[in-house]
């Protein structure tokens, strides 16, 4: 495990306080070792943080010989892929499934959108209502659009002509006269 050319290390004081600051004191200098500071410098060199090394080590149940678990534990971090290394590979991992799933999806509430869309705005198809325009004046009686002049100040529609020939309505404003006269 030890490099041939490189004497093996020990850590500097505060590295050690940061990964083995939180253990009992006595335990902390047991540690403060070149196998122990070995490991540790080539967990921080792939990537592992002090704290994540520190907060791993104080969860580590007490044993019979606590240093030799710690060493255990630590070496046993050397086969395993670095917490943010891990993270990061598994966001990638998640945004690639995501991305692989959310594509159609996103195409189907988009087909979604522009057909609620038009459906508001009416299609090509969907008849305009044309604008009521009156173009005569209207009629004396009802007030719906006159088909007929009778006098100058009196129009009537269809069916109050209708009614006025039955008998059933009579003109209120005009004359016998002006009827005539119309
Ligand atoms: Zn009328």
Do not use: N, Y
């Not at 993270?87 to 996103?106: H, I, L, T």
């Not at 659009?145 to 009778?150: I, L």
Request: aromatic residues 4%; charged residues 25%; hydrophobic residues 40%.
């Amino acid at each position: 495990m030890e490099l041939f050319d490189l004497p093996p290390q020990t850590l500097g004081d505060d590295t050690h306080q940061k990964v083995f600051g939180d253990l009992p004191s006595a335990l902390a200098a047991a540690l403060r070792t070149a196998e122990v500071g070995d490991v540790v410098l080539q967990l921080l060199d792939r990537g592992w943080r002090p704290g994540q090394l520190s907060s791993r080590i104080g969860a580590l149940p007490a044993g019979a010989d606590p240093a030799a678990d710690v060493l255990a534990l630590l070496r046993g971090f050397l086969d395993q892929v670095p917490p943010d290394a891990r993270w990061r590979e598994e966001r990638a991992q998640r945004q690639a499934s995501q991305s692989q799933f959310e594509e159609p999806a996103s195409e189907q509430s988009r087909q979604r959108w522009i057909s609620e869309i038009r459906s508001q705005l009416g299609g090509p198809k969907a008849p305009r209502p044309q604008p009521l325009l009156r173009v005569r004046p209207p009629c004396s009686l009802c007030g719906a659009e006159s088909e007929f002049f009778v006098t100058r100040s009196a129009r009537l529609c269809t069916a109050c002509v209708q009614l006025l020939e039955s008998g059933t309505a009579v003109m209120p404003s005009a004359s016998p006269a002006a009827q005539e006269a119309g």
